[in-house]
């Protein structure tokens, strides 16, 4: 009930301002980007009075020594963006979560809504010869918007630094540096993606993340192949495939660790009433 209250007041403030215009979306020539399906964020803002909903499945299969298997998924998971101005985007997400354990005993589930993300997105720099194009990310998990079962001791905050080189027409680089700051432990986060473009509307990367937590020796370090494809400058489909390949020293009994996604994005377009 309180997500539902929640979302509704973004709706209200936000939304209610402006008024879709059919004859806009037609002829309107921006093309989406998104943030999905990589763990880097996109340096790009959304332009003003555009609402992009961001729509994906998340399936992660981690088997250990012991005959125990977790499968962690999300089913939706989901996130709105709404531009403000041409600098700054305003940000709304959160996900159902399910949590299976599987063993010689049986199988155990968890399942709810995780706690509510708000946050911004600010343009801080163009990108000029080998200055790269620099955005900064902000976010607040909020503990208590969510499953009685999922809900946090006190709110959640990350930050992220993007920035974005392009090579060529063909190639661009992009990467994050950031921090998460836990109710137990803060992690230092890294992701670096390189994105190759071989027709319109088809972008392919191959990316290296991972994360250091300040109480654990050791990272944990994942690698994945994606693929996004645009559909008329409005719609967005994309899938990606990847592995953990490093652990934090605290692991030893995990044997593998392999997640999917699959996502679909698109955008709406408001005007001044």
């Given at each position: 009930m309180k997500f539902i209250i929640f979302f509704l007041t973004f709706y209200l403030i936000f939304l209610g301002r402006f008024c879709y215009s059919q004859e806009n979306a037609s002829s309107e020539e921006y093309t989406i980007s998104t943030d999905r399906p990589s763990a880097s964020?996109?340096?790009s803002v959304v332009p003003k009075g555009i609402l992009i909903g961001e729509f994906?499945?998340?399936n992660q299969t981690n088997n250990f020594d012991n005959s125990i298997k977790v499968i962690d998924q999300t089913l939706p998971n989901f996130t709105f963006r709404y531009g403000v101005?041409?600098?700054f985007e305003l940000r709304l997400g959160t996900d159902y979560y399910l949590n299976t354990l599987k063993s010689s005993i049986g199988?155990?589930?968890?399942?709810?809504?995780?706690p509510v993300q708000v946050g911004l997105k600010l343009h801080v720099q163009e990108e000029k010869g080998f200055i790269p194009q620099t955005t900064f990310l902000g976010s607040i998990q909020l503990a208590e918007i969510a499953s009685k079962t999922l809900?946090?001791?006190r709110n959640q905050a990350y930050f992220r630094l993007m920035f974005q080189n392009t090579i060529s027409d063909k190639f661009f680089i992009l990467y994050n540096l950031g921090m998460?700051?836990?109710n137990y432990d803060n992690q230092f986060v890294y992701t670096f993606l390189l994105g190759f473009v071989p027709m319109?509307?088809?972008?392919?990367?191959?990316?290296?993340?991972?994360n250091k937590n300040s109480e654990l020796n050791g990272m944990d370090n994942y690698a994945h192949i994606g693929a996004v494809y645009v559909i008329k400058n409005r719609y967005q489909l994309d899938a990606t495939l990847g592995y953990l390949y490093t652990q934090n020293q605290q692991m030893t009994n995990l044997k593998s660790s392999i997640f999917l996604q699959l996502g679909f994005s698109t955008y709406l377009r408001f005007c001044k009433k």
């Open positions: 964020f996109a340096s994906g499945y998340f101005n041409e600098r199988s155990f589930n968890t399942s709810g809504l995780n809900a946090l001791d998460n700051f836990n319109n509307n088809l972008t392919i990367f191959l990316e290296s993340f991972g």
